[in-house]
C-alpha cells in the first residue's frame, strides 16, 4: 500500500497537540516515510516524537487488513509510548487490529512462536517464562529416569545451571538441544538423549524459554517461507523502540521478516546498550546502520551537564546540545579516603538541598552504582556506601523485621520447595541481619550469609559447627512437620553468635530475637522496630528533609530525575578509576578501542551521568585520582569536595 505522506502542516498540528517543538532534525524525522534508523541521544524526546508520528498516521490509516507494527524492547517502553495516547482519541485505533502494539518478544510470540510450538508438539504453550521452566525442569530432573544425566551433571560446577537453560537452537531445518552455560555431550549419548526427553517433555507440556520462542519462529518461517510475505503485507510500516537494547537473534528474526519488504524504522542508542555485558549470553542488535538520522538535543540536560557527559560515550565523541533553559549547577566529585566512606551520601544530600532545595518526589533523587553483588572489594559494590542497602536479589527478606519473620518465611520455603537448602539460606540471612543490627562488622564490611560462613569456618570452627549443626536441624525438623518453636532457634542462635562480641545484645537486637508480630512492625516491650522504605537513605539537613534513592544503574535507565551520584564501584576494575585513566572523564579519550570491560564501564556511567536535569556528582576513592587528573576535571568544569 502507499504510506501517507506527512507535510510541515501535519507536523505543526503535531507540535500543538503535543505542547512540544519539532524543528530541523525532529522536523525531519517526522517526515520521513522510508527504512532508516533514528539515534537518539539522552532526553531528546524521542519516544513522544514516536507517538507524534503515529498521532499524525493513524487518522489517515484506512485500510482495513493492514496495519502499522510498534515494537519495543520491554513492556515498560511500550506503556511509555501508550501513555501518550491520551493526546488524540485516533491513537487508541492503534492497540487493535490491523494495528499491533507490544514488545518484540510478544509480535515473535504471538504471530511465529506459538504456532510453530502448536505445529511442532501439538501443544499451546502454557507458560513462556525463563523462571517457571526452570522450576519445572528442575523438578523433573530429579525422576529416576534421567539418572545418568543426574550422575553426570552431578560432576559438573554447572551442573544445575544447564538444567535451567535448556534451549532449542536451528540447525539445517532442525531443533537442536544446547544451552548457553556449556556445550552438551554429544547426540547419542545417555545424558543427551535423557536430556533430549527431558526438554521435549517440558514443550510438550507447554512449558517454554523465551529463547525458544526465536529459536520455533525460525523454524517455522524455514518450514514455510511464505509467511514472511504475508507479516509484510499484514505490516507495511514497523517501527521499533530501545533498539539498542534488543538481542541480535531477535532482531535478525525482524529483518528477516520485513526487510527489504516494509518500511522498517527503528529508535534507540547504542550508547546506551548496557543489558548486554560481558556475562550476559546474548550479543545487541547491530545499530545503528544503513541511513542514520541523529537526535542530538536533549531537552533533560542542562549545558553543563551535556559537555561533562558527551566525553564519555562509546564510539565516536559526537556533541551533545543541553536545554539553555536548564540553569547550571554545581557539579561535584566527592573524594573519599577508605574511612570516610560513610560521609559520601550525606555530603551528598547536603550538596543536593543546597543546589536543587528540598521537597523533591520521592526517586528524584539517586545514588546508584554498577555493582551490587559482594566480590570481596572494598569499597566494591553499592552496599559499602551505605549498609543498609539490600540487592534485589535479597529483597523477597529485607522487609522482614524479627526472627520470628524470617523462621517463618524459611518454613514457607521449606514446604513449597521440600529442600533443606531453601529454609537454611532464609535462617542465615537472620543472622546476618541481627549482626548488622548489633554493628558487628567483618572488618569495615556488614556480615553477609557467605561471609558470616566463611569468617566463623576459619575463626571460629567450634561455633562453626554448632552454626551448621543449628541450620541443619531446624531445616530437617521443619521439612518433616516437627514442632519447633522459633524462640529456642533464636536463643540458640544469640548464644552461637555471641562470640562475635563481648557486648551484651543491644536493646533493638533483643527486638529482633524476641518480636513476634510483623505485621505490627516486631514489638519489644510494646515499642516498634521503626521502618524506613526500602533502599531510601534518608538524612537532615540545614535547609530540610532530604530522601535518596539508593540503586543500580540498570535501575534508572530510561528514567529522568532531579540530582545523581554515581558511585565507584568494582567490576574486574573500578570503574570511574579506569574512566579517568583513559580520559574519558578527563576529557583525553585515548584514540584506541577499549576492551570489554572497559566499554562496560563507558557504557554505565554514560547512561548514569544522562539522567539527571539538575545535579551531577561522582563519588571516586582519593587514591585513584591523580593531582594532574584533578585539574583536568576541574577545567572541564567538575568541582571537588574532599571528605
Known sequence: MDLPEITIGDVEAAARSFQCEFRDEREAILRRMDTADVRACPGSGKTTLLAAKLAILAPRWNSRSQGICILSHTNVARREIQSHFGVTPELERLTTYPHFLGTVQSFIDTFLGIPAAVRKF??????????????????????????????????????????????????????????????????????????????????????????????????????????????????????????????????????????????????????????????????????????????????????????????????????????PERPDRAHTVFLFCREHIDRVLPAFANLVAEQVGTGSLPGDIRAVGAIAKANGKFPGVIGDYWPQYVPHARQSIAHLQTFHAFFRKAQAELASQGSAAEGREVLLGAAARLLRIQGVKNGDRPFTPTSLTRWLRLERPGEYRQLTSLLGEVSVRLVRGDTMEPREAANRLSDILGCLHKAEWKENARAFLTGDDESEGSAHEGRPVPRTP??????????????????????????????????????????????????????????????????????????????????????????????????????????????
Not at 544425566?149 to 534451549?167: D, F, K, V
Not at 518461517?221 to 521499533?240: E, N, T, W, Y
Open 534 to 643: 526500602k533502599n531510601v537513605f534518608i538524612t537532615n539537613t540545614a535547609a530540610g528533609r532530604i530522601a535518596v534513592q539508593v540503586d543500580t544503574i540498570h535501575s534508572v535507565k530510561g528514567e529522568t530525575v532531579r540530582a545523581i551520584l554515581v558511585l565507584e564501584t568494582f567490576f574486574r576494575n573500578y570503574d570511574l578509576k579506569a574512566l579517568t585513566e583513559c580520559g574519558y572523564l578527563t576529557g583525553s579519550r585515548a584514540k584506541k578501542s577499549p576492551g570489554s570491560t572497559l566499554a562496560e564501564h563507558v557504557k554505565r556511567t554514560y547512561v548514569a551521568m544522562t539522567r539527571p536535569a539538575d545535579l551531577l556528582c561522582l563519588a571516586i576513592l582519593d587514591e585513584h585520582l591523580s593531582p594532574k587528573d584533578r585539574v583536568a576535571m576541574q577545567q572541564m568544569g567538575w568541582r571537588f569536595v574532599d571528605l
Open 122 to 323: 501439538g501443544k499451546r504453550p502454557v507458560f513462556i517464562d525463563n523462571d517457571t521452566f526452570e522450576e519445572n525442569a528442575k523438578r523433573r530432573f530429579k525422576h529416576k529416569a534421567y539418572s545418568g544425566a543426574q550422575r553426570y551433571l552431578g560432576l559438573r560446577q554447572n551442573g544445575e545451571a544447564i538444567i535451567s537453560t535448556l534451549t532449542y537452537s536451528c540447525s539445517g531445518g532442525a531443533l537442536v538441544l544446547g544451552s548457553p552455560q556449556a556445550t552438551l555431550p554429544k547426540e547419542g549419548s545417555t545424558t543427551h538423549t535423557q536430556l533430549t526427553r527431558l526438554k521435549a517433555s517440558l514443550s510438550q507440556s507447554g512449558y517454554f524459554r523465551f529463547e525458544d520462542m526465536t529459536t520455533l519462529a525460525e523454524w517455522l518461517l524455514g518450514q514455510f517461507p511464505i509467511l514472511c510475505d504475508f507479516l509484510a503485507h499484514r505490516f507495511p510500516l514497523v517501527f521499533v523502540d530501545e533498539m539498542q537494547d534488543t538481542v541480535s537473534e531477535q532482531a535478525a528474526l525482524i529483518d528477516r521478516v520485513f526487510g527489504g519488504r516494509s518500511v522498517l524504522q527503528r529508535f534507540g542508542d547504542d550508547r546506551q546498550a548496557i543489558f548486554h555485558g560481558s556475562n550476559s549470553h546474548s550479543s545487541p542488535a547491530a545499530f545503528p546502520r544503513g541511513v542514520v538520522l541523529p537526535m542530538r538535543r536533549s531537552y533533560r540536560l542542562s549545558p553543563s551537564i551535556a559537555r561533562l557527559a558527551e566525553n564519555v560515550c562509546a564510539g565516536d565523541v559526537e556533541q551533545l546540545i543541553g536545554n
